[in-house]
């Protein structure tokens, strides 16, 4: 299993920007779909964004469409999700995460929980005036 470290979390005000980053600790991202997650108290898990192994695919939810972007590293270490015109609605902590059941296609954009997912650790951010 590879290893994730999410960071890039911080306090910012309603309409400001971030940038996400995931890196890789062990080993490389080439062989995986990547997603952004985010838990609220809410919502337990929420699948935010995606990008396929080839970077072909991205996905999104409706709630961040527009104005989140997710994109990876050529040398496959590292995933990002940059995130503008930010909503307290989007506060969370957000996690990065490789798992077979994470669909990412064109034609299939889901999440099925199973127990070979790697996680991060998550980050905070918290949008706030």
């Known amino acids: 299993q590879v290893q994730l470290v999410e960071s890039g979390g911080a306090l910012v005000q309603p309409g400001g920007s971030l940038r996400l980053s995931c890196t890789a600790s062990?080993?490389?991202?080439?062989?995986?779909?990547v997603g952004w997650f985010r838990r609220t108290p809410e919502k337990e898990r929420e699948v935010v964004a995606c990008i396929s192994a080839s970077a072909r695919t991205t996905n999104y939810a409706d709630s961040v469409r527009r104005r989140f972007t997710i994109t990876r590293l050529s040398d496959n270490t590292a995933v990002y999700l940059n995130m503008k015109y930010l909503k307290p609605e989007d506060t969370a902590i957000y996690f990065c995460?490789?798992?077979?059941?994470?669909?990412?296609?064109?034609?299939?954009?889901?999440?099925?929980?199973?127990?070979?997912?790697?996680w991060g650790q998550g980050t905070q951010v918290t949008v706030v005036s």
């Open positions: 062990s080993a490389t991202l080439h062989y995986y779909a």
């Open positions: 995460a490789t798992d077979p059941g994470l669909m990412c296609s064109a034609s299939n954009f889901s999440y099925s929980p199973t127990t070979f997912g790697s």
